[in-house]
């Protein structure tokens, strides 16, 4: 009679595929978004940025402004 305790079984776990099939769409939308990002940050961040370190216009505001209504004649 053989002693059923010692005989070793093996357990196969077989995984199914992970159903992965978008063939790497997600990179491909990941740089397409960046590349957005990018280029408003071109066309908009740049732009902000160099007008920031020149600094803003001047602008000469009158002490005191002529409001008279009665126009002469």
Same mark, same amino acid.
């Given at each position: 009679? /053989? !002693?059923? &305790? &010692?005989?070793? &079984?093996?357990?196969? =776990?077989? !995984?199914?595929? &992970? +159903?992965? /099939? *978008?063939? *790497?769409?997600?990179? $491909? @939308? +990941?740089? @397409? ?10 066309v908009y961040g740049l732009p902000a =940025?160099? !007008?920031?370190?020149? *600094?803003?216009p001047q602008i000469n505001i009158p /002490?005191? $402004?002529? @409001?008279? =209504?009665?126009?002469?004649?």
């Amino acid at each position: 009679m /053989s !002693n059923k &305790s &010692s005989e070793k &079984s093996t357990t196969i =776990i077989n !995984n199914p595929p &992970s +159903g992965d /099939s *978008g063939g *790497g769409i997600g990179m $491909i @939308v +990941g740089l @397409v978004i960046l590349l957005v990002i990018g280029y408003l940050f071109w066309v908009y961040g740049l732009p902000a =940025i160099k !007008n920031i370190q020149l *600094g803003a216009p001047q602008i000469n505001i009158p /002490s005191q $402004i002529d @409001v008279n =209504i009665n126009q002469t004649k």
